[in-house]
């Protein structure tokens, strides 16, 4: 009998696109299994148009006691003969070490990022997010060697082609002032880009329809951004669509910056107080920038609130063209035909 797998991650959009590493790794481990991947209720939407390997990907709601009596009784019901969180959220341990008293059959194994409790392999010691995902699955079922996250990088495969075009993709918006370039850096960015890449070049900005968001294109739309700056208003099922047809992303460490990198775009990520080792989980064509403050930084933000505003316009520029260069080396090396 085949197995049936549930790993989730009750995160936000961008862990939520590192959580298919985790998808991939146990699919290889048991190709006959059915992997179902969970993830919140509002990010599921994303995935509907394109193919990763989960078997099926379900939404997942804890956000009130309604929801909770739902949850119980899909899980009650269900057959999973492991459910593994990866870096579990207070609301879903609370959640399952109530299931496991209502259903002692479940086989649910949770880890949490930081603390070093539990069986995880390795838990509590910083590394890339996506390898303390796999620690996790490795640990329900120590088959084989532990797997390197550079082996198992996320993928996002659109059901249907999109054409590329002469366009970047500006990732201008961010949860916290600390992960937040200054808007007016990007604005002098697209004029070095413009200059550079020609005036037919598209830079696109894309925004959700939440509060945030849209301060954030009000006080864009006061810089007055050349013409080539085009707000891109997609719901989630029509992203990375919308994001697939550029050729780069450059911006903030964000959910659209594992979207981007997941679909195949080169990204450059400008980082603040976050530490790229666990928010960077990434090998060649995404490359980073970080801004020069304590590795420890995270734990007094309030002292770095303005870390962001000491990189540089031209920095950034700089490693764009240096990672263009390399993307052409590349793309030239491709192209050479082997003699005859």
Known sequence: MKKNILVFKYRALGDAVLGLSSVTYLK????????????????????????TDADEIIPLDFSNAAKWCDSYKFFKKSNYDQIIELNQSGRTTKFFNILKVLKPTVKYLGHNHHKKIGPIHDQGIKK?????????????????????????????????????????VLGVVATRETKMWPLSSFKELMIMLIKTLGENVKILIPLSGNEQ???TKTELKKLNLPAQAQFLHLPLNELPAGLAQAKCYIGNDTGLKHICAALGLNTLTVFGIEDPIEWHPYGEGQVFIKANVPTDAYKTPAEFKDCMKQITV???FNKFLALKAQVEKEHNKLQVQPEV
């Open 213 to 215: 968001d849209q301060t």
């Open 128 to 168: 890339a997010n996506i390898q303390r995902d796999l620690d996790a699955c490795w640990t329900a079922f120590k088959k084989g060697p532990i797997p390197n996250y550079l082996d198992y990088p996320p993928q996002l495969k659109l059901l249907n082609s999109v054409e590329k075009t002469n366009s970047i």
């Open 314 to 316: 031209e920095r950034v």
């Open 28 to 51: 290889k481990l048991f190709p006959e299994a059915k992997i179902t991947y969970g993830v919140p209720h509002w990010v599921e939407p994303l995935f509907r148009n394109t193919q």
